[in-house]
């Protein structure tokens, strides 16, 4: 069964220096037939004025990953680390047991445009932690490249919940495949551009939850960025 969720659907508040849009409920935006996915809770897209951003804020019992589309993202948290996320960067944020950060806009001049995506963990109470990889555009064009799991295999980064989560680059003509096990599901985003999954024509912001499938299908129609999360 493939239930698609259009971009027009989601949620959406502007407070000025920031443009965001919610797949699921969140902050001020309630619909109680869209509040996660699974262990996946929020996924906010988020466009931030240049020289504005999130000041420091508590987060805990959460798996908080980052993932720019464009400009750069400044982070600063209470176990020390300091990092700028650029396209290709992979973040995540283990808040566990308790952590304050800031998310603001790293340039002065140009706006940041983002995914802010948070999953359940599969254990509440854990230390906190923090993770930063980049995986270029060659490893992720026309196919699908597995960028967090569990266990952190294949250079991937490690989130501490059941599921895994692969990105993908696909201009017209690009295809790939992702078998989904037994009792597994997926939910699909498109990050950017248009690509055909499962049979469905889905644009930016656009995205599909997948159960009882077999397969996630990915063939690219426009400069797609693509998401899809293995799930529990």
Do not use: C
Request: net charge negative.
């Amino acid at each position: 069964m493939i239930t698609v969720r259009h971009a027009h659907e989601r949620g959406h508040a502007n407070h000025g220096w920031l443009d965001s849009y919610h797949t699921f409920s969140f902050a001020d935006y309630y619909d109680p037939k869209h509040m996660g996915f699974r262990q996946l809770r929020v996924i906010n897209e988020d466009r931030v004025l240049a020289g504005r951003g999130f000041g420091t804020h508590p987060h805990r019992d959460m798996e908080i990953i980052s993932y720019v589309l464009e400009g750069g993202l400044a982070h600063r948290d209470s176990m020390g680390t300091g990092s700028v996320i650029s396209p290709g960067d992979v973040q995540r944020m283990s808040a566990g047991t308790g952590v304050t950060h800031s998310e603001m806009n790293a340039s002065k001049t140009e706006n940041v445009h983002f995914l802010q995506i948070w999953l359940m963990p599969s254990k509440m109470g854990i230390a906190p932690g923090y993770e930063q990889k980049t995986f270029s555009r060659e490893e992720k064009a026309g196919k699908l490249r597995l960028v967090a799991s569990p266990t952190g295999e294949d250079g991937s980064i490690t989130i501490h919940t059941n599921a895994k989560l692969y990105a993908g680059l696909f201009d017209k003509g690009q295809t790939a495949e992702l078998p989904i096990a037994s009792g597994r599901h997926a939910w699909v985003h498109l990050a950017r551009g248009k690509a055909v999954i499962n049979g469905k024509e889905l644009g930016a912001g656009d995205a599909a939850a997948l159960s009882n499938e077999t397969m996630v299908t990915v063939a690219g129609v426009d400069g797609a960025e693509v998401l899809v999360f293995d799930l529990a």
